[in-house]
């Protein structure tokens, strides 16, 4: 399930169903590649999709090879 709404990373953690440690390395990932944004005004970190990871994953969603 794609979720293009603002999400803190612990919630994106139950969706995953990853530890902690995991979802935060992702998060970080995704987000030094652009592909989200991250609030930094709050602690958890507030993420959101940018147009770039957005456009990612209609390219994944069109073409499952794509990754």
Known sequence: RICYHK???CKVQIT???????????MKKLFESGLVQR?????PYIY???EKGKSKV??????????
């Open 7 to 9: 999400s803190k990373s």
């Open 39 to 43: 609030n930094t005004e709050t602690k």
């Open 48 to 50: 959101s999709i940018t």
């Open 16 to 26: 995953t169903k990853r530890s902690r440690e995991h979802t935060s390395r992702l």
């Open 58 to 67: 209609e390219d994944v969603v069109s073409n499952p090879t794509v990754v």
